[in-house]
């Protein structure tokens, strides 16, 4: 099976651009979340969606920042404008909702490295 | 307050031996489960070993072992028989039945010497 499936793997960019990353999760996975990773911060969580709404945006930095899921299959997180300060690896994850038993870890993508000169 | 505190931002251990990771939680959600995650220097997350806590038994895979404690709210990897390949940053981690957050530490980075 096809894991969580992030593109690009690595951005570089200059600032000001627009910068859109992209994340196909797990088919069947109810969950999607994004994470901002950076060696100061550590693993932040931007937002998370479960069957494609936005449930809590409230680690979404500030409103250069945006995220949608249109449909099950896909979502994007897009910084405009991206400033040098966006540098980090993000991450999106999934999961399935199974409350009965919930020992579904998230499974994460390889990331998207992105890089603000 | 911290959800998930890990207080070892790195740790060494010599190979062959055994390390414990700690990480302590914080919930009044009485359903929730704790997620140990592996992060090597390629960058990518591997989940190692989940815990329940409703789980009577302590969790294993392999050479992982979850500590749970459940009245001090911890739940600690252990890490028998360090390989090199172990060298990573470990991640504790949360989920919250009730809206299915997942809250994650700081983690700490092993150094498995040889």
């Known amino acids: 099976d096809a894991g969580v499936i992030q593109s690009p793997r690595h951005e570089v960019t200059e600032m000001g651009q627009e910068v859109t990353l992209r994340c196909k999760p797990i088919?069947?996975?109810?969950?999607l979340f994004w994470y901002r990773q950076t060696m100061m911060r550590g693993l932040e969580l931007l937002i998370y969606?479960?069957?494609?709404?936005?449930?809590?945006d409230s680690g979404m930095p500030e409103d250069r920042f945006s995220a949608k899921m249109p449909n099950a299959s896909f979502s994007t997180l897009k910084i405009q404008p991206s400033e040098p300060r966006d540098s980090a690896v993000y991450f999106c994850?999934?999961?399935?909702?199974?409350?009965?038993?919930?020992?579904?870890?998230?499974?994460f993508g390889d990331g998207t490295r992105l890089s603000i000169l | 307050a911290q959800k998930i505190t890990q207080t070892q931002p790195g740790m060494f251990v010599q190979e062959k031996e055994a390390v414990t990771l700690d990480c302590t939680y914080d919930?009044?959600?009485?359903?929730?489960?704790l997620f140990w995650y592996k992060q090597p220097s390629s960058g990518e997350m591997i989940f190692l070993i989940y815990?329940?806590?409703?789980?009577?038994q302590n969790a294993t895979e392999g050479r992982y072992s979850l500590n749970f404690q459940k009245a001090r709210k911890s739940a600690n990897l252990v890490i028998s028989a360090s390989q090199l390949g172990d060298s990573a940053m470990y991640f504790c981690?949360?989920?919250?039945?009730?809206?299915?957050?997942?809250?994650f530490g700081s983690g700490t980075k092993l150094n498995v010497k040889p």
């Open positions: 981690a949360m989920r919250e039945f009730d809206f299915n957050k997942f809250y």
């Open positions: 969606f479960n069957n494609n709404v936005p449930i809590d």
């Open positions: 994850a999934s999961s399935p909702n199974d409350r009965r038993s919930g020992n579904q870890p998230q499974h």
């Open positions: 815990q329940g806590s409703y789980d009577q």
């Open positions: 919930t009044s959600d009485p359903s929730y489960g």
């Open positions: 088919s069947g996975h109810d969950y």
